[in-house]
C-alpha cells in the first residue's frame, strides 16, 4: 500500500529522484528509480503501526522568514535553507575542522581521507555564528562545535567564548573525548569559558566496539574524560553510533551505564549509522537499523522498564512551545521536525529503578490540554488569558498519576512553578532529576525523504553565509564545501596533532 508520493536520491549518482513511501510486511520502504542506475527499495521504517502513531505527532512550522539562499532547484539541491524549509534551527552546527586524533570508518568528515584540510577562520566561525542568530523570528538558541574533532583547535576555549559573546544560551562540543582525557585542565577550561554539554562519542562498555568501530580501544579514555568532566561538573551526552552485530547487543548496558552515572550523564543520544558511498543494497539493508528497531532492543535489554510505548517522536513537544509562546507573547523557537527523524524518552531513577516520564504523566492529554490552552489564549484577549492560565494551572497537574511518580521530584510543583510563575528555572530542576533516552536516525541515500529534509531542524553554517540542513549537508554538499573552502596542506601534515606537530594515528584509514 502506498502511503505517500516524495523526492529521493539515487545512491548512486545523488541526483534527485521520484520515490514512493508504501507499506509492505509490517514494514515501511521506500522505492526509488533512477533513469541510470535503475531502482532502488529500502527499508525507511521497521514498523508500520509504530510508522502511524508517530504520525500523530505531525506538527508542520512555518521556517524561517529570511532564508539565505533561493529556491531553484529540486529540494536539496538548494540548501542552504530555502523559502520550502518549514522548520526553525533549534541547534546549529559549526564545524570548525576536518582534523581528527582517529579514523573511524563511520565517521562523516575526516581530513586524511579527503586530502582537504577544512578549519575556518576565528572571525569565519564569527560570522556563521551571526548568521544562526540572525534567524527570524527567532535567533538559533543552542550551538554545537563539531569536526572532525572540535578539541585539536589551540582556541576552543575562545570559540566556546564567542558563541557565548553572540547569544548563543546553550553551548555544547561533539567530541571523542581524547584530549579531554589526556587533559584535566581543559574540562575546567571549556566549562569555565561557558560550555554546557559535552557530546561524547561513546560506543559501549566494551572495548570490542571500539576496536570495530573506532579501530582503537578507547573505553579507558571514555571513562578518564566522563571522570575529568565529573570533576567540574561539566554535563554529558553520551552519543553511541549503533552498527547492527557490533554494538546493538550492548544498549541497554549504555542506559544502565549513563544510571550509574546519572549525577554527570544527562541523556544517551544513540545514533544508528547512516551509510554513506557506494554501500551495497544487500549489506545497508543487512546492518539497518530504523527507530522502531532501536525501541524494541531498549525495551528488550531493559527487561521492559523501558518499553516501545514509552518513546514519543521528538516533535511531540511542540504544543510546549507554543504555549509558552502564547502566554508570553514571545515568538518561541518551535520543535517542528519531522515525527520520523527521531524518538526520545525521559526516565527518571528511584532506589535503582528505571520510571519512564510515560508511566506516570498521560503525556497525550498532557499535551492536547497545551495546545487546547494555546488556542484559547490566543482567541480569548487579556481576560481569556488569565482565566486559560488559571484553569491549565489546575488540570495540568491532573495528567499525574502521582502514586506511580518517583519520589524524588515533585512534578505537580514543577508543573505550578513553570506555567503559573513563569519560573522557567524550575525545569532546571527536572533536567537534573532526569535521564533523557533518545534515538535519532539520520538519512542517508538509501531513505531520503524530501519532506524529511524540509522539516530538519538541525542546521549547519558555512563560510558562505549558507545554512544547511543536517541529512543534506552530510549526504550531498559535505565534499562541496570542504573542496570550496580548503586550506593547502602538506601530506601527512592534517592528523588531530597537526599544530602540536605529531600524530598518534595510523597514516591509513583501514
Known amino acids: 500500500m502506498v502511503i505517500k508520493k516524495t523526492k529521493s536520491l539515487c545512491p548512486q549518482c545523488l541526483s534527485v529522484v521520484d520515490a514512493e513511501v508504501y507499506e509492505d510486511n509490517d514494514k515501511i520502504m521506500i522505492k526509488k528509480e533512477c533513469k541510470e542506475h535503475g531502482i532502488f527499495d529500502s527499508t525507511y521504517w521497521g514498523n508500520d503501526e509504530l ?22 532547484k529540486d529540494c536539496p539541491m538548494n540548501c542552504g535553507v530555502c523559502s520550502d524549509h518549514e522548520s526553525q534551527t533549534i541547534l546549529g552546527l559549526i564545524d570548525v575542522t576536518n582534523r581528527c586524533n582517529l579514523k573511524c570508518p563511520v565517521c562523516f568528515a575526516n581530513a586524511a581521507v579527503s586530502n582537504r584540510l577544512y578549519e575556518p577562520t576565528y572571525e569565519e566561525i564569527r560570522g556563521m555564528l551571526q548568521t544562526l542568530r540572525s534567524n527570524k523570528p527567532v535567533p538559533a538558541p543552542a550551538i554545537q562545535y563539531a569536526g572532525g574533532e572540535p578539541t585539536v583547535r589551540k582556541d576552543l576555549v575562545d570559540l566556546i567564548k564567542l558563541a557565548k559573546e553572540e547569544g548563543f ?66 554535563g554529558i551526552v553520551l552519543v553511541p553510533t549503533i552498527v547492527k552485530g557490533i554494538n546493538d547487543q550492548q544498549i541497554g548496558d549504555i542506559i544502565k551505564f549513563a544510571v550509574e552515572n546519572i549525577d554527570i550523564i544527562r541523556g544517551v543520544n544513540f545514533q544508528p549509522v547512516s551509510f554513506a558511498g557506494r554501500t551495497p543494497s544487500d549489506e545497508v539493508e543487512e546492518q539497518r537499523i530504523t527507530i522502531p528497531d532501536f525501541e524494541k532492543l531498549v525495551e528488550k535489554q531493559t527487561d521492559s522498564q523501558i518499553k516501545v510505548e514509552d518513546f514519543h517522536p521528538a516533535s511531540c513537544v511542540t504544543p510546549i512551545s507554543e504555549f509558552i509562546e502564547a502566554i508570553e507573547g514571545e515568538e518561541q523557537v ?46 480569548g484577549g487579556l481576560t481569556g488569558k488569565a482565566k486559560t492560565i488559571a484553569r491549565a494551572t489546575v488540570g495540568l497537574p491532573k495528567t499525574i498519576d502521582t502514586s506511580k511518580a518517583p519520589e524524588s ?44 529534509v524540509k522539516r530538519c531542524v538541525i542546521h549547519y553554517a558555512v563560510p558562505d553565509g549558507r545554512i544547511i540542513p543536517f541529512c543534506s549537508m552530510n549526504a550531498i554538499h559535505r565534499e562541496e564545501i570542504e573542496k570550496k573552502f580548503a586550506i593547502p596542506f602538506e601530506k601527512g601534515n592534517i592528523t588531530g596533532e597537526r599544530l602540536e606537530g605529531k600524530s598518534d594515528l595510523p597514516s591509513n584509514k583501514t
Open 409 to 452: 521530584v515533585d512534578m505537580k510543583k514543577i508543573l505550578t512553578s513553570v506555567f503559573k510563575e513563569r519560573s522557567y528555572s524550575a525545569l532546571g530542576d527536572f533536567h537534573h532529576k532526569t535521564l533523557l533516552i533518545g534515538c535519532m536516525h539520520f538519512m542517508d541515500p538509501w531513505n531520503f525523504d524530501q519532506d524529511r
Open 169 to 234: 544560551r546553550h553551548t555544547q562540543i561533539a567530541t571523542n573525548g581524547l584530549r579531554l582525557a589526556r587533559n584535566p585542565e581543559l574540562a575546567k577550561e571549556l566549562k569555565e569559558a561557558g560550555l554546557n554539554t559535552v557530546y561524547l562519542q561513546f560506543d559501549g562498555v566494551t572495548e570490542e566496539p571500539y576496536l570495530k568501530t573506532r579501530n582503537k580501544n578507547l573505553l579507558a579514555t571514555k571513562l578518564k574524560a566522563i571522570e575529568n568532566c565529573r570533576a567540574v561538573n561539566l
Open 334 to 379: 518551535i520543535f517542528t521536525c519531522h515525527p520520523h527523524c527521531g524518538a526520545a524518552t525521559y526516565v527518571f531513577i528511584d532506589d535503582d529503578e528505571i520510571i519512564p516520564i510515560t508511566q506516570f504523566v498521560d503525556v497525550d492529554k498532557f499535551f492536547k490540554l497545551l495546545s487546547k490552552s494555546a488556542e484559547d489564549i490566543k482567541d
Open 51 to 72: 510508522y502511524i502513531k508517530a504520525s500523530e505527532s505531525d506538527h508542520k512550522g512555518n521556517g524561517i522568514t529570511n532564508p539565505q539562499t533561493l529556491s531553484e
